[in-house]
């Protein structure tokens, strides 16, 4: 199974909307969507014949690319998720556990890790995997000429090689915190890949990978349909199909759930409140509710010379009521962000609080910057042009479009002008996200599980398609992000990422302005989800339905 929103905390993906989440998990700062695939808990009895039927979901947003360097999107990596295995993935308790690699050893210095491989896994045209596919991948990802967002771990490797086809060595130049949880990105397949141009690779638009799912169709801007994998090294999944149908409009969606035309979807806070008083959605959906691992910001283009002005957008932040938009908007499904960790992670700084809403001091912070309303319409002006400020979000989020609505308000309030501009996502993403094009956004990135900042927060991440997309720059925050990427001291760690956080809030590149639950809606026809610490999801490739509850037939 797979997310339809964006949530893997291992590798920070722009998020396509509220959908997200049911395949929450697994891991952003430099894994791929398909490295995390959890350690599958104990699969629910299956009864001979029960293998079989389809999940049908839906997604707000159409992928783009399914090969795992390039899937940055969260439509893409669901299926990379679903295609791609690592050597290692994240436990449904969080613990780092064997995948493709059924052990691992450090040495003595702790820069070199041994992988023994599985023996007889698969590709899934047949192929053996083996470890020149690991050095394949490591290739792939170190070369400055891939372009990818997610190629900065594997360039602090000094060494790897294949000592032999099931023995992986890797030696890291320095001691590096997530060197190990690196090797959950979703090994790709060297006899297709190699000396091809990615943009030309059939594999864009299809998969050959190692993990339980397949694509099997794609019709853009229709459906993206991915279909059990019998070579997978933990079995063929039960159900058939995983099938994505592509509704940019959660009301839309809601009245497909509502029909029983989909089996699940990530709802609204006010979609769960009025599936709560609707008798068939009571009567043929489970309903689950858990902390996300991501969080809500409004981002600011820092190149524009008016968001330059950190007085600017520390006013932005005093101007916002977040207590306002986690009650009115998510109607008490989240809680207010003060950074870019999920509030009970380790490396969450709880001495940094939220700003509070003071729109006096925003008043006052404009007028230190040299914004005054002279002609009193309400709009304050310098050098006699109006603050006007257009923040961009994405088509098909209702949540982000009434957090908008909020801000927007309350900006009038201290003299600032909002437009809001709701675009596509693919447009959104291309056209202006990748460009630069932008004043403010509002969007989401899922927190990784382990803390690592670089690809987001680095200033050498602000090239095309790279996710420092803001362009912030900070010569402390890069030594800080250094401080907590190489050692595996955890108090060294943490008091690195406590000071990231209190620079973030003083410097204000992002509002951070929400965490919130993921509320998902599942068809009582699957036996087996369950939510654990890593989320909802995980072991779908373990559902099942009986044969008597069976809708779709292969």
């Known amino acids: 199974m797979r997310t339809t929103k964006g949530v893997f905390p291992s590798r920070p993906r722009r998020a396509a909307g509220p959908l997200a989440s049911l395949l929450l998990v697994l891991a ?46 969260t439509s893409s990596g669901a299926v990379s998720s679903d295609a791609y295995r ?101 090994i790709m397949p060297r006899h297709l890949l190699e000396g091809v141009d990615l943009d030309e690779s059939p594999l864009a638009r299809t998969t050959v990978g190692t993990g339980p799912f397949q694509l099997e169709s794609w019709k853009t801007a229709q459906t993206i349909i991915v279909a059990a994998n019998p070579r997978d090294h933990e079995g063929r999944p039960n159900l058939d199909r995983l099938v994505t149908r592509i509704i940019p409009d959660t009301a839309t969606q809601m009245m497909e759930l509502s029909t029983g035309s989909i089996d699940t979807m990530s709802l609204e806070p006010d979609q769960w409140i009025q599936a709560q008083g609707n008798a068939f959605l009571r009567d043929n959906y489970a309903f689950f509710r858990y902390p996300a691992f991501s969080y809500t910001y409004l981002g ?129 993403l291309k056209e202006y996200i990748d460009k630069r094009d932008f004043e403010a956004i509002i969007m989401g990135w899922t927190i990784p599980l382990d803390p690592d900042l670089f690809d987001v927060w680095n200033s050498s991440k602000t090239k095309p398609g790279e996710l420092n997309f803001v362009g912030y720059a900070n010569p402390e925050v890069d030594a800080l992000i250094d401080q907590g990427r190489f050692s595996v001291d955890r108090k060294e760690r943490k008091a690195a990422y406590d000071r990231i956080q209190e620079i973030l809030r003083d410097e204000v590149p ?19 989800p369950v939510v654990a610490p890593i989320g909802l999801g995980f072991n779908t490739n373990f559902w099942y339905v009986p044969r008597d509850r069976q809708l779709y037939q292969k």
Request: hydrophobic share 45%.
């Open 28 to 73: 952003l700062a430099a894994s791929s969507a398909g490295a995390l695939r959890a350690q599958a808990a104990p699969a629910p009895p299956v009864h001979p014949g029960d293998q079989g039927d389809s999940l049908v979901g839906a997604s707000i947003g159409d992928a783009s690319n399914f090969i795992p360097a390039l899937s940055s999107d």
């Open 86 to 186: 690592g050597l290692v993935k994240y436990s449904p308790d969080l613990d780092v556990v064997p995948d493709l690699a059924e052990s691992w050893e450090f040495s003595e210095d702790q820069r070199t890790i041994t992988f023994r491989l599985r023996p007889n896994v698969v590709w899934a045209d047949g192929r053996p995997f083996t470890a020149a596919d690991c050095v394949f991948t490591w290739r792939l990802m170190a070369d400055p000429d891939t372009p990818t967002a997610y190629g900065e771990p594997f360039s602090q490797i000094e060494t790897a090689e294949a000592v032999d086809d099931l023995t992986f060595r890797v030696t890291y130049r320095r001691v590096m915190a997530k060197a190990l949880i690196t090797w959950a990105f979703g």
């Open 510 to 528: 992002y509002v951070f302005l929400f965490v919130p639950e993921n509320l998902t809606a599942i068809s009582k026809r699957f036996v087996g």
């Open 300 to 428: 600011f283009n820092l190149g524009d010379p008016r968001l330059a002005d950190v007085r600017v957008r520390q006013a932005i932040a005093f101007a916002i009521d977040k207590d306002e938009i986690v009650e009115g908007v998510l109607l008490g499904f989240g809680q207010p962000a003060n950074g870019p960790f999920k509030p009970d992670m380790w490396a969450n700084n709880r001495n940094v609080k939220p700003y509070p809403f003071d729109q006096a001091r925003a008043r006052r912070l404009l007028a230190e910057a040299g914004w005054a309303d002279l002609d009193g319409d309400g709009v304050v002006e310098r050098d006699g042009a109006k603050f006007t400020l257009t923040i961009m979000l994405n088509q098909g989020n209702k949540t982000r479009e009434q957090a908008g609505l909020v801000i927007q308000s309350r900006l009038k309030e201290v003299g600032i002008e909002v437009k809001l501009r709701v675009v596509e996502w693919a447009a959104f």
